[in-house]
Antibody, heavy 119, light 109 residues
Framework: QLQLQESGPGLVKPSETLSLTCTVSGGPITSSDFCWAWTRQPPGKGLEWIGSICHGGRTYYKPSLKSRVTISVDTSKNQFSLNLSSVTAADTAVYHC???????????WGQGTLVTVSS | QSALTQPRSVSGSPGQSVTISCTGTNTDVHYYHYVSWYQQHPGKAPKLLIYDVSKRPSGVPDRFSGSKSGNTASLTISGLQADDEADYYCCSHAVDYYVFGTGTKVTVL
């Protein structure tokens, strides 16, 4: 059964870069059937899609975050990563990594990791 | 890229049916047949309930059903059960991105 697990710092200082990694187990990250995505959820608020990376390295980002976001894949480690630069308190949220059926839906979710932006 | 509009809350008694609406625009819900719905219990990761407007993943009870008309998608929960009390989010594909709904809290009375 596919499992996704987020890892990374729980505290990031304002103006710095938030970096998270998602380790995928139970299936290859190289499958052309799926994309890999990140969402976030500020405490007590709704879900927000951040971006996805698909077969061949194609990336799609939320337009309002595009200038600050990079998603990449490390096939040798079966991992994918999120970098979000120039963070502010508004970026404080639980970040989830997900498997996406391209263009359709998010079929598997990691448990999520809380990242707090504070000095 | 505004969030899709959902009612803040809906409620029903056990055994009843409730319907959650999800209103978007001509560039997301209306245009694409890629609306999905997610259930989220407190402190847990969301779970996919419906994809491609009305399809259910394996293991999701047929008490959950989805539909779409124009700019509005809907999730209906039939035979409401205590465990259905959770937050529900719709999500639609749009041009090169996804947009989630504002979320609806379902309360089982």
């Amino acid at each position: 059964q596919l499992q996704l697990q987020e890892s990374g710092p729980g505290l990031v200082k304002p103006s710095e870069t938030l970096s998270l990694t998602c380790t995928v187990s139970g299936g290859p990250i190289t499958s052309s059937d799926f994309c890999w995505a990140w969402t976030r959820q500020p405490p007590g608020k709704g879900l927000e899609w951040i971006g996805s990376i698909c077969h061949g390295g194609r990336t799609y980002y939320k337009p309002s975050l595009k200038s600050r976001v990079t998603i990449s894949v490390d096939t040798s480690k079966n991992q994918f990563s999120l970098n979000l630069s120039s963070v502010t308190a508004a970026d404080t949220a639980v970040y989830h990594c997900l498997r996406e059926t391209e263009g359709s839906s998010f079929t598997s979710w990691g448990q999520g990791t809380l990242v707090t932006v504070s000095s | 890229q505004s969030a899709l509009t959902q009612p803040r809350s809906v409620s029903g008694s056990p055994g009843q049916s409730v319907t959650i609406s999800c209103t978007g625009t001509n560039t997301d819900v209306h245009y694409y047949h890629y609306v999905s719905w997610y259930q989220q219990h407190p402190g847990k990761a969301p779970k996919l309930l419906i994809y491609d407007v009305s399809k259910r993943p394996s293991g999701v009870p047929d008490r959950f059903s989805g539909s779409k008309s124009g700019n509005t998608a809907s999730l209906t929960i039939s035979g409401l059960q205590a465990d259905d009390e959770a937050d529900y989010y719709c999500c639609s594909h749009a041009v090169d991105y996804y947009v989630f709904g504002t979320g609806t809290k379902v309360t089982v009375l």
